[in-house]
């Protein structure tokens, strides 16, 4: 009698066993580049607020305008100013923006905003700073 052709049913065990622990480290892997993805998008989403607000600040101190409230010396980073705050809303996240207006060299003054996640239980936030020419 031939011996039989085929695999024996310790070696389709330890195929799958190895199979199995390959698949499992595949989903840990898509687990956390999903993780790093969401956080990269949040961190663009901060970044494009702060930036808005730089830029409408700019656009304001180009009017040459009386209302140029916003661009009044003072605000503070950490809690809320008259004129120097406003909420903003991008892919359905709220966000706060507060922003400080300091003396800059030369006539200009020095503008920093801080973005932050409304409502967060853990406090993501991005800060830009640029200076203004009013």
């Known amino acids: 009698m031939k011996g039989r052709a085929g695999f024996s049913i310790v070696e389709l065990l330890v195929s799958m066993t190895i199979f199995s622990f390959g698949v499992l480290g595949g989903v840990a892997l898509l687990e956390t580049g999903y993780r790093w993805e969401g956080r990269a998008e949040l961190a663009t989403q901060l970044t494009v607020a702060a930036e808005m607000k730089l830029e409408e600040l700019k656009a304001v101190a180009g009017t040459q305008l009386a209302d140029t409230v916003q661009l009044q010396l003072g605000g503070e980073l950490d809690s809320d100013v008259a004129n120097h705050w406003d909420n ?47």
């Open 88 to 134: 903003i809303e991008l892919d359905g996240r709220s966000f706060l923006r507060r922003w400080r207006i300091e003396p800059g060299p030369s006539g200009v003054v020095l503008a920093t905003v801080r973005v932050q996640v409304a409502n967060a239980r853990v406090p993501r936030r991005a800060e830009l700073r640029t200076y203004i020419i009013p």
